[in-house]
Every structure is written in C-alpha cells, then in structure tokens.
C-alpha cells in the first residue's frame, strides 16, 4: 500500500503532477467563489436589517417622544418574526433602555451576533437609539449551500482529471521510460557503447539524439580517462619513491638519515637472538673548517667522510648521517668489542688521511664512541644515548680516539646532572655562603683586604668548595645567577665590615669570564650598586682572570677606566699563567697583581721562579700597580716575599679562609 503512494517513477510523478494541477486549479477557484458570496451574504444582511431600522425608526421616534413604552414594546416585537433577528433594544437620549426583546438564541450567541443601531431623531434631535442584533444562520445556510456544490465540482473535476492523465500518460512517457531503460543497461553493463533509438521527433527525440552524443563523448573520455590514470599512477609511483627518499635519506650525503636510523634500530631490536655494535662519530674540528673555509667547504668535507666511512664496513652494514657532523654505523655483523674495536680502529685511520677539498687540503680526526647490543642496552633510548656518551669521553680525552661504554660512564653523567639540579636548588634554598680568606700587608700584621671564597653548605655533603660546582655551573648557565648572588652578599659583607673596622677593608670579588659583556652592562650595574649602597671608595676589587684581558680591545679599555673613576679596583687574578706579557698592563686601568701560586711553591728551590717573581714585582712597581702573593704557605716563602718587596701575603700561613663571623671576630681591628 505504501509503494503506491510513493513517487518512485515518472509515470506517477506525471499523474501527480496532473491531479496537483487540478485539485489547485479547483481549490483556487472554489475558495476565491466561495469568498465572494461569503461576503455578499454578510452584506446583503446588513442590508436587510438597515431597511428594517429605517422602516421602524419614525413610529418608534413619535412613541418615545410622547414615552409611550407600550407603544414602543409593539413595535419591535414582530422583528423577531425574522428568523436570523435574535433581539431589538431601544434606548432614550440618555442611553438608558426603555424597551427590549429576545428571542431563545439571544444569551447563547450574543458574542458573534450582528450589529445595527439606527440614531432616532426629530427635527434633527437626537431622542434615542434602535439596537438589532441578528445570528448567522443566514450566512451559514449559503454557506451549507456552497460546500455541497464546491465538494461536488471537486469530485467532478478530480474524475475528468484522473481519465485524461491515465490516457495521456501511457501516449507521452513511452519515449521517456524507453530512454530510462536504456539507462539502466548501460549503468549495470558499463557499457557505453550502446546507444538509444531516437522513437519520437517532439523534445524526447532531441533528448535521446543528445543522450546518444553524450554516451559517445563519454566513451571516449573514459578511454582517455584510463590513458591519464595509468600515467598519473606511474607518477605518484615515483613521486611515493621520490617522497621515501627525502624522507629517509640524507641529501646532503645521500647516507641513511636520522629517521632510517632509528627505525632500523627499533627493527632490529625486535628481532630474536640479534647482537650488533653501534658506533657513534663526531668529527674533531669541523666547526673550524666551516668558520674558516665556508659552509660550502664543510659540506664537501662530510660528503668525502661518508664516502670513506662506506669504505670501512660491509655491505649488510649501515651508515647513517644524524646531522651536523655526527655520523652513525649499526654493525650487523660485530657482536663482540674486539670486532668493533677493529671497525672503529679502520674508522680512525681512514680519516687520518688528508682530504682534498677543490684547491684546499685539509685533516679531520673524529671522536668515536661504541657500544654493542644487548650488553649496553635493550632499547633504542638507551643505546643512542649510551654511544653518545662514550664518544663525548673519548673526546674529552684528547679526541681522535674510541671509547666503549661502561657504566661508570653513566653514572657520572647522572652525579653530573644530579648536581646541575642541585646548584639551582641551592641558590633558591640559600645554601650557599661566603668565607673570607684575609690579605695581610707584607709585614705580617695588618689585614687590609679580604677575598670572598664561595662555600657550599650542601645538606648531605657537607661544606663544598668552589672547584667542585663552578665549572659545572659555568657551562650549565648558573654561574650568572651565582655571581649576582656573590656580588649582592660580598657588598652586604663589606658594608659590615667598614661599619665595624678603624680602617678600611677591602672586600675582593672573583668575576667569571661569562659574567663580563663586551657592551659594559656588568660595569653598570657595579657602579649603579656602590652608589645605591654608599660604598667606601676603594672598598671593593674586582678579580678578573689574565685570560680575560687577552687581545683587550678600546672597550674594555674603556670600561676599566669606568670602574676607576669610580674608584672601582680592578685586579689580575692567577697572574702568570697566561699566554700574554706585561705590555698589556701599562694600557689597562689594573690596580693589583696577584701571582699565581704555581709560582710561590717552589720559589725555595726554582731559582727560575724567583726570577720571575722579582720581574713581576718590579715591573709592577713601575707602573704604581700593588702586588699580591698567593698561596704563601710556610716562613721561608714569606721572607723571600717580603725581600722582594712585594705588598701584600696570602696563604695558609697566616690564615685559610674562614666565615664571616671568624674574620669579624679575628681580623677586624675595632
């Protein structure tokens, strides 16, 4: 039942389409007729009633005037002889009614009832007011009539409707359901040769002529369609294995990359019963080619590594390019360290050799680390990483070597990161704190300047010298942060300590190479801090390292001219063991020299040290710069010092450093 209503063919989208036609056309023309008397029956009621009123107003006029309420009562009574009239009311000139009747309908139906009222006057005066209320059982018959015969027209028209679509349908859509059919066969068979009898010369023909075109167009767009997907295969084929290539290989040395790498790791890791040995390469020295030669020369110079790296494995073997100048080889058939250190040893030979790069020769060493598998490592984490940190031991034994890995290897990478950790905890916790080894004028006695020595009160360690962090702090980025807390005590130590001496103590302050920038910020900020705490002048000396003031420029120059107009001293620490001469000191703002220890310790025996001591001295002198001796341990070094006229002692034999409140307690002269 449901399948006959549905429009699921043409045939039955016609027949609906005719009776759509149809039963609007009648429901336009029913509703539009039916409107119009609708309204004509309202009007011609209306009429009706007002030519009622009009008759009955000049005797109820003449009946009101003399109040004759009986006379009036008479009058309107026969209205109600019209069946649709449902009350008459008559009101005086005051509104008020005076005479009124009703037929059984008038409570029921007073709500949609019909209303007339005729003004009843004389001679032009108002002397009340005629009130007609009807029903609408006059429209309602007319309407009763127009519903039987619009129901009848509609049944008609849907009947003569009906006939002519069955017997046009079967004539018109023959054409039409032959083309769907041939449709049909070329859709299931695919076959696009097929082509429709034209059976009609009206639009169906031009349509099945157009359908016949289309069927050929499309043959042969699908014939060439197959032409372009062929081809267009074959290029996504090499596009695919063009992609597979970017994406695992290097194009720079058209080795293995990174990605190939660890996923051949990772492959052959989840293989049964499999050993091999990684060995991870960094080359020594690269960064001087590029800085030197170009960027230009250093990729020549890693495409011309690769090629001997390939030299030295076999062919089941894998090298593999991790980027910069780190190379990686999986050595699939090395399962022992003899084996691998015989590979990594061919490495290193190969690589001795000097390598022409277009009108340049130059020679690369390489640091090598190794490990193997499963020994070093069951994962491709741990493996990698264990490789790289063999070769960062053999390069931090001097480079051109190989290194295996073992586990105290590791271990001190963890103590060393453990540490890193620890460093910034302790600059937030405030474990860190500031002993002062005192500085005595030559003659033994009188305690004039003070070094700040940075302490470590570690809670499971104990007290840590400064060795122990400060290079790790330095090339971890915490030596600033450890500086500035320095810099912040030492002045807070230094004010204490003029606040409670008869003469003045200066405080000295070790600076990191790191610490000073090349645009004087760091000199900046130590005059912005002397004024904000009124420092004492001279009250504070600023140890730099030799190395520091090596190829000093017209800036630095400057920004130790800065600091001592500001009475800001300036001092050499470790003095004499750099690469440069004196020249240098009589173009520098330098206050004091402190020398080296490395030349107090043998000045008993070295006749050679006290030459050099004697020279350092004297040429200072020359210059009105102030020399200090480090590390004076025992009498006899102390005596010669004081012979060779130099300015101030250091060392163990008159005090080591001690805290604060020991140097407040001992050393100040109140």
Known sequence: MKSLFTLDTISKKLLFILMSVAFISSSIVTVAFGTYELSSAKDEQIESLNSLSNMMSPNITTALIFEDLEAIQELIKPILTRTYVMSAIVTNRTGEIVATTNSHMFSDNIEHAVEVKKQLTLDGNNVGELIIYANNSYINNRIAFYVKFIIGLTLLSFAVSLTISLLLRRRFLSPILYLAQTANNITKSNDYSLRAEQLSNDEVGELTVCFNDMLYTIEQREHALENQVKARTQELENANSEL?????????????????FYEEIQTLIKM????????????????????SLGHDYGDLLL???????????????????????????????VDNLTSAAKVANKIKQALLKPIQLKEETVCVTASIGVTLYPEHGNTVEKLVKRADQAMYLSKKKGRNRYEFFSYTIEDKAIEKRKLIEEIADALKENQFELYYQPIF???????VKAEALIRWNHPKRGLIGPNEFIPIAEKNGLITDIGKWVKFQAIQDCILFNTLSNKLIQVSINTSPLEIDRSGEWVDQWIQDSKQYNLPAHSILIEVTENTLMGTDAEFKRQLKHLSEFQI????????VGYSSLAYLQRLDIDILKIDRSFIQDIETNENSIALVKAIITMAHNLNVEVVAEGVEDQKQYWLLKQLNCDYIQGYFFSKPVSKQEFVKYFIDK
Not at 441 to 447: A, H, L, N, Q, R
Not at 569 to 576: E, L, P, Q, R, W
């Open 244 to 260: 597979h290539r970017y994406a695992y290989q290097d194009g720079l040395t058209d080795l293995p990359n990174r990605r190939f």
């Open 272 to 291: 049964d019963n499999t050993s091999f040995a990684l060995i991870f390469l960094d080359l020594d020295g690269f960064k001087e080619i590029n800085d």
């Open 303 to 333: 495409h011309h590594v690769a090629n001997r790296l390939k030299e030295c494995i076999k062919n089941e073997d894998i090298i593999a390019r991790l980027g910069g100048d780190e190379f990686t080889l999986i050595l699939k058939s």
């Open 441 to 447: 004028s030559v003659d033994g006695k009188t305690v």
């Open 569 to 576: 001293d300036v001092a050499i620490d470790d003095f004499g």
